[in-house]
């Protein structure tokens, strides 16, 4: 039973925060002025005593109750703040907490904050309070759903956990048994309520670390063990406590292990700094269109029951309007009117998963975002630069503001302008910029609707037609000469509308200022980019990455400089990883882009690499990856039909780091759901259980740093477009699909600080300071390009104009001895390709870039030596499948592999050290994976992937 003095209570949506642990996360502090109550934070707490007897403390709940009250101090058991003279009040962290919780925004307007109070002082692990089948564990998950079940909008924010003081005084109690027991709290408290933010901390130092007190040695060990799970569950953080007091510093009272309340108003302060840092890595995004919620604002426009099959684990939801005209032609009126059919549902298709589609107003649809952002939900306005639909009666539909504007239209190769896309760089007839006229109706939209921001998706966030296939139309010809100052003279200005003078422009200036044009290209969408993110100042802006690219194929496929354009104002960078549908999709999904089974095969791995791309080259900026799921419109279905796809791009991309120079920084801050209308619960908790893998805290990698430097971007472009060799990307991806673990990347700058064996491509693009990093490096360093450092190399395979030079490999170079040499160098037999600009495919996305490639046998070879050599992981039985290996303390690891095959594969995994056992994170807990002496063996899925946790000796 739930008593409360609130009648509608459970009408109001609520974030929930579980408070749980022993005495200190209870409050127990002295001093101070007492916490005042504020409006909008509640408490749900059960009503229990506790019995000491024989220095055993047993906990009884009286009559299963729950009381439902606004938050207020108590003080000790059985004496409330009534205003008798026995009332004492004690602090607690939980209500700082709050305070900032609230004051910075992360409680929506319209809603309450509720902090599910579980914690009872005197408990521990050692006499059964806290294990997952004992009473408190049991008490604050049942505490935890009946809050959740308030109300459909009631969301999970973080769990609050302070415990072990009462562990430490136990004399059984060690550094093993305490982590086991704590970790098992996590993760079953996990599996049922989601991948929720944990967050723990220290104890009083005072208490701790007092010489008088006999026990301190297993305190350091249960806070050794508490920090230890924090940093490898994933999404945890520890909070440390130096420097706040005990109530006998502060106040003077006879209590060294409990926080006086100043320094639980401290303490509050830091776990909401620790859960801040938490919540920006783990967000969950979903993209879908109207037709994945319900018109009927009585029926709360079917939000409460899309967050009922996610879980009310929703961060932020992105509405897609795939017609720009829904941009174009908004108006700001009073006046209710109706949208169109392609506002109404992406590409205005008829139906969706659980509903058809129905005809929408503006008035319906401001309901709609204001229901969700009183769920705490951020809402994004997204949109495409295409403008036509096919319509119920067959017929192709177009949006009258762009059937009005063909000057905008997209021009192809031929000189045909596509009745489909327009391109967003493009001059009105009064030669203003279309992005001026576009930016300001963008503005209009999101302010009338109530957005919180935009997504700027495909066709607007780059060009929809690739430079090759794309546009050299008069305006952008002229545009062009205008910025570059370029000599254009006898090339025709005017071609719209004559093919043959428009394909000899395009010829002329492929062969001759290709790389001026993409120069120029890459200023206009940095322009372009800054002038939306001008106009929607203040609000969330999510660009979506160019189609798949790292920033070499970005800026050679489509004119996108990411350094360039994601200047300040820019939220985040949805990442567009779509390796799982790619083994799936048929030639015509494809664009006619005739990718063989080759081909795909080492998507997952290439996705992989550009995110640690994007992130080395951008580190502040935030990535959101997307997921793909399913698409009515598009007719695709990875999640039934493509599982284990799903799971490895899942798994790969929670599991991608990029170090940063002080740590390992994951490369996601969370999913991005494509599309998520529609998707019933047991898929979300599919989806789900595999975001629970995700991995923070790391320590290393048994592996290769791959090395970025700062700018050698347009120098790489330079010599592609006069050789078609190498990239440093390209190398990257021959050596990690040739085996070679490439774990992380590094930007130069920070290359001395970190401890993994170094990978570096294409040294004679660095600069000059960059170079003189890599001379100074005392580590194994694999340099591969046209030119060596200063310093002569350990061993050298050449391959084509390339060769791979070796640094301080020591004694493991006599791997590489002559004969080793010759016959790897035999094995590098390179195939020049065709010169031009022009790929067999036109220049698509999904179509290799062509390049002089050496066999695959040589990069095979040469890893697998590579590897022997260092002692770094590596599979051993001809099986293919990629492996990276984590470090997470001395002795225990984190194995992530994945299946680069069609069919089931079990490799023979060797790692440096010695295993004393394994586990999967993937399979049945009481699944035995073999392991022999150093390596292991274990069953992988095709296509898929698992994680496996190591532990082992020390590396040698």
């Not at 680069?900 to 079990?906: D, G, K």
């Amino acid at each position: 039973m739930i008593r409360s003095e609130i009648k509608n209570f459970m009408d109001v949506p609520c974030d929930v925060v579980v408070l749980a642990g022993q005495s200190n996360a209870y409050g127990c502090g002295l001093g101070g002025e007492p916490y005042k109550p504020r409006g909008g934070v509640w408490l749900l707490r059960a009503d229990f005593r506790t019995d000491a007897t024989d220095g055993r403390v047993s906990v009884f709940f009286r009559n299963n109750d729950f009381f439902l009250e606004e938050a207020a101090e108590y003080g000790p058991e059985g004496h409330w703040p009534d205003g008798g003279k026995e009332n004492i009040l004690w602090g607690n962290f939980g209500f700082r907490f709050a305070e900032e919780y609230c004051k910075n925004g992360d409680l929506a307007e319209g809603r309450r904050l509720l902090i599910v109070r579980a914690a009872v002082g005197s408990t521990s692990f050692a006499q059964k309070h806290w294990g997952i089948n004992d009473v408190l564990y049991s008490k604050t998950a049942e505490m935890t759903r009946a809050a959740l079940g308030f109300n459909a909008g009631n969301r999970l924010a973080a769990v609050l956990w302070h415990q072990g003081e009462s562990d430490a005084c136990d004399a059984d109690m060690t550094y093993a048994t305490h982590y086991g027991n704590l970790r098992r709290l996590v993760e079953t408290f996990r599996r049922e309520f989601g991948q929720i933010p944990f967050i723990a901390a220290d104890f009083v130092h005072d208490w701790k670390n007092a010489s008088w007190y006999p026990g301190n040695g297993r305190a350091d060990a249960v806070v050794r063990a508490v920090r230890d799970v924090c940093a490898r569950v994933g999404g945890a953080a520890f909070v440390e406590t130096e420097g706040l007091q005990s109530n006998f510093e502060a106040v003077g009272a006879d209590d060294h292990v409990h926080f006086s309340r100043e320094a639980l108003n401290a303490l509050g302060a830091r776990y909401y700094g620790a859960y801040k840092t938490l919540a920006r890595r783990n967000e969950k995004w979903y993209w879908t269109d109207l037709v994945g919620f319900d018109g009927d604002g009585k029926a709360g426009y079917g939000v409460p029951e899309f967050l009922r099959r996610a879980g009310g684990d929703v961060y932020g939801v992105s509405l897609l309007f795939s017609d720009i005209d829904f941009i174009n032609l908004h108006r700001s009126a009073d006046c209710e009117y109706e949208l169109r059919p392609c506002d109404c549902s992406y590409g205005a298709h008829p139906y969706g998963a659980e509903r058809d589609r129905r005809v929408w107003t503006n008035r319906e649809l401001r309901g709609l975002v204001k229901t969700l952002r009183a769920y705490g939900i951020k809402v994004l306005l997204s949109f495409f630069n295409v403008y036509t639909y096919l319509g119920d009666d067959g017929k192709v539909k177009a949006g009258a503001y762009s059937k009005a504007h063909p000057e905008l239209w997209d021009t192809r190769a031929d000189g045909k302008r596509s009745k489909y896309s327009i391109n967003v760089l493009k001059r009105l007839p009064d030669k203003t910029y279309y992005q001026d006229y576009l930016a300001a109706k963008l503005k209009e939209a999101v302010e009338y609707y109530g957005f919180d921001g935009a997504q700027i998706a495909d066709g607007v966030s780059g060009a929809r037609l690739g430079v090759q296939n794309g546009d050299v139309s008069d305006d952008l010809f002229a545009q062009f000469a205008e910025a570059s100052g370029a000599d254009v003279s006898g090339v025709p200005p005017v071609a719209d509308g004559d093919g043959k003078l428009y394909r000899e422009r395009r010829a002329w200036l492929f062969e001759n200022k290709l790389y001026e044009w993409l120069v120029f290209l890459s200023g206009r969408w940095a322009d372009f980019y800054a002038c939306l993110t001008k106009s929607l100042s203040g609000k969330t802006v999510l660009f979506n990455q160019e189609w798949t690219c790292d920033p070499f194929e970005a800026l050679y496929r489509y004119g996108i400089d990411y350094q360039k354009a994601y200047k300040g104002g820019i939220y985040a960078m949805m990442i567009e990883d779509v390796s799982a549908g790619a083994a799936i999709l048929a030639v015509e999904d494809l664009g006619g882009a005739r990718l063989t089974a080759a081909d795909r095969k080492y998507r997952q791995n290439e996705s992989g690499l550009a995110q640690m791309s994007v992130k080395a080259a951008l580190p502040a900026l935030k990535q959101i990856t997307m997921t793909q799921v399913k698409d009515i419109q598009e007719d695709w279905d990875v999640i039934h039909t493509a599982p284990t796809e799903i799971e490895r791009t899942i798994l790969r991309r929670n599991n991608n780091f990029v170090f940063d120079g002080k740590g390992y920084v994951n490369c996601s801050d969370g999913p991005l759901y494509c599309l998520a209308d529609g998707v019933p619960a047991e898929d979300w908790r599919y989806l789900f259980a595999r975001e629970n893998r995700r991995a923070d805290g790391i320590c290393g990698t048994l592996g290769f740093a791959a090395v970025w430097p700062g700018d050698s971007l347009y120098a790489e472009l330079r010599d592609y477009i006069r050789t078609n060799d190498y990239t440093s990307a390209e190398l990257r991806k021959e050596f990690l699909n040739a085996g070679l673990p490439i774990s992380t990347a590094v930007r130069c700058g920070d290359a001395e600080r970190i401890a993994e064996p170094l990978f570096a491509a294409r040294p004679e693009f660095f600069s000059a300071q960059e170079r003189e990093i890599l001379e100074r490096v005392q580590r194994p360093m694999l340099v591969v390009g046209r030119s060596a450092l200063k310093r002569k190399a350990d061993a050298v395979a050449r391959f084509g104009d390339f060769a791979a030079y070796l640094y301080n490999f020591g004694g493991a170079a006599g791997r590489f001895d002559e004969k080793k040499i010759k016959s790897l160098e035999a094995s590098a037999k390179t195939k020049a390709c065709k010169p031009g600009v022009y790929a067999d495919c036109g220049g698509l996305w999904t179509c290799p870039l062509k390049y002089n490639r050496t066999a695959a046998a040589f990069f095979r070879r040469f890893s697998r030596e590579v590897n022997l050599a260092l002692g770094l992981p590596r599979v051993e039985n001809g099986r293919d499948c990629t492996v990276t290996v984590f470090r997470i303390d001395d002795t225990q690891y984190r194995a992530l592999i994945g299946n680069n095959e069609f069919s089931y594969i079990i490799p023979k995994i060797v790692f440096p050290f010695a295993v004393k056992s394994a586990r999967s994170l993937g399979k049945n807990p009481q699944y035995k994976i073999r392991a022999e002496g150093n390596a292991v063996f274990v069953r992988i899925p095709p296509r898929g992937a698992d994680i496996l946790i190591l532990e082992g000796e020390k590396e040698r």
